[in-house]
């Protein structure tokens, strides 16, 4: 199971971690990863995805159809 956006695609960013003496030692960045399960009513029927908290926001904001229309998911579904 990957750590993977389903709606975006974004992943996990990689950086270092500073020390106090600057010592550098390399770290992933997860991302904010919630599984919910969204119904759409065009479709008549519920999906759950694996969504950051970002996008889950948006989700909130345009409605989950205006979504999966504008990055293409809506054949994958």
Known sequence: MSRRDDITGSKALNGYRSSKSNNKTKHLFHLNLQKRKFYVP?????????????TLRTINKNGIYSV????????KI
């Open 42 to 54: 065009e479709l008549d029927k519920w999906v759950t995805l694996k969504v950051t908290s970002k």
């Open 68 to 75: 999966l229309k504008k990055h293409g998911k809506l054949d």
